[in-house]
């Protein structure tokens, strides 16, 4: 049995220091004493095939966002005949405008340096979206696959269904029930009561990726879900800020997306 373990403790890296020795002493000590007792993920099955096209899906759209930057700064600043013409595009449409520009060797320097910039940037984003269109097809497919059910849910799409498998892993029965899933997306609050005060703390820990997903499901009902907005409603005439709410509604949402995980 493969058992997870946390990053070394840190009073024990104040006072010993860093290396790789001392951390992998701690994680054996961590292991043996039973205060590391995750099961690992087996990662042999749909839904690691699932984190590893989440790996490209996401710096592509990083880098696509960079590249529709670059474009948009290079069009403030190229000459004026050129700059009017990228004025007032779309974002949605300004790739395959820059990507239909035609530089001319031999004119305007600057000109001629700076379309070639812009096309060339424009393509990289044309290719990119490409890639997005079969990599999302791909999502789909591995997704229904592994929970048909979660899909049904609410809130839940594509992309943020592949997250949260992708945070319980191939093997789900891992986690021991839905408090241990809601620790782990880090929206389970923590105990910090003192004395006669009785308080919970929010959880800063955590998948955070888990975390933002059920934060989307969340936002979408807020804004289109009949019930959940009577229940905003109600707890802000309770005196509740919406960031409160939003917490409480991720902690509900884990609690019924744990069955259906767990179900495949």
Same mark, same amino acid.
């Given at each position: 049995?493969?058992?997870?373990?946390?990053?070394?403790?840190?009073?024990?890296?104040?006072?010993?220091?860093?290396?790789?020795?001392?951390?992998? %002493? =701690? &994680?054996? +000590? $961590?292991? !043996?004493?039973? *205060?590391? @007792? /995750?099961?690992?993920?087996?990662?042999?099955?749909? %839904? =690691? &095939?699932? +984190? $590893?096209? !989440?790996?490209? *899906?996401? @710096? /592509?759209?990083?880098?696509?966002?960079?590249?529709?930057?670059?474009?948009?700064?290079?069009?403030?600043?190229?000459?004026?005949?050129?700059?009017?013409?990228?004025?007032?595009?779309?974002?949605?449409?300004?790739?395959?405008?820059?990507?239909?520009?035609?530089?001319?060797?031999?004119?305007?320097?600057?000109?001629?340096?700076?379309?070639?910039?812009?096309?060339?940037?424009?393509?990289?984003?044309?290719?990119?979206?490409?890639?997005?269109?079969?990599?999302?097809?791909?999502?789909?497919?591995?997704?229904?696959?592994?929970?048909?059910?979660?899909?049904?849910?609410?809130?839940?799409?594509?992309?943020?269904?592949?997250?949260?498998?992708?945070?319980?892993?191939?093997?789900?029965?891992?986690?021991?029930?839905?408090?241990?899933?809601?620790?782990?997306?880090?929206?389970?609050?923590?105990?910090?009561?003192?004395?006669?005060?009785?308080?919970?703390?929010?959880?800063?820990?955590?998948?955070?990726?888990?975390?933002?997903?059920?934060?989307?499901?969340?936002?979408?009902?807020?804004?289109?879900?009949?019930?959940?907005?009577?229940?905003?409603?109600?707890?802000?005439?309770?005196?509740?800020?919406?960031?409160?709410?939003?917490?409480?509604?991720?902690?509900?949402?884990?609690?019924?997306?744990?069955?259906?995980?767990?179900?495949?």
């Amino acid at each position: 049995m493969v058992i997870e373990v946390d990053r070394p403790n840190r009073q024990e890296r104040r006072r010993n220091g860093k290396s790789d020795e001392l951390d992998a %002493v =701690e &994680a054996a +000590r $961590a292991a !043996l004493s039973g *205060r590391a @007792s /995750g099961v690992a993920k087996s990662a042999d099955g749909d %839904v =690691e &095939a699932i +984190r $590893a096209l !989440l790996v490209a *899906r996401r @710096s /592509g759209r990083n880098v696509r966002i960079k590249y529709l930057n670059q474009i948009r700064h290079l069009g403030f600043t190229a000459p004026d005949e050129l700059r009017e013409r990228l004025r007032d595009v779309p974002r949605d449409h300004l790739a395959r405008t820059a990507a239909t520009l035609r530089p001319t060797a031999g004119s305007d320097t600057v000109m001629y340096a700076t379309k070639l910039a812009i096309v060339t940037l424009g393509r990289r984003v044309l290719a990119l979206e490409a890639d997005a269109v079969r990599l999302d097809h791909e999502l789909e497919m591995l997704v229904r696959r592994a929970t048909p059910n979660l899909l049904e849910i609410y809130g839940v799409g594509i992309n943020t269904a592949a997250i949260l498998l992708v945070a319980a892993g191939d093997n789900p029965h891992r986690l021991k029930n839905e408090a241990a899933f809601a620790h782990l997306c880090g929206v389970a609050p923590l105990p910090a009561s003192s004395g006669k005060t009785i308080r919970h703390r929010l959880n800063p820990g955590g998948n955070r990726q888990a975390n933002h997903a059920l934060w989307r499901i969340v936002f979408t009902r807020m804004s289109s879900d009949e019930r959940t907005r009577k229940y905003v409603a109600r707890r802000v005439a309770e005196g509740k800020t919406i960031r409160e709410i939003m917490r409480v509604l991720k902690r509900y949402v884990a609690r019924e997306l744990y069955p259906h995980l767990v179900s495949n």
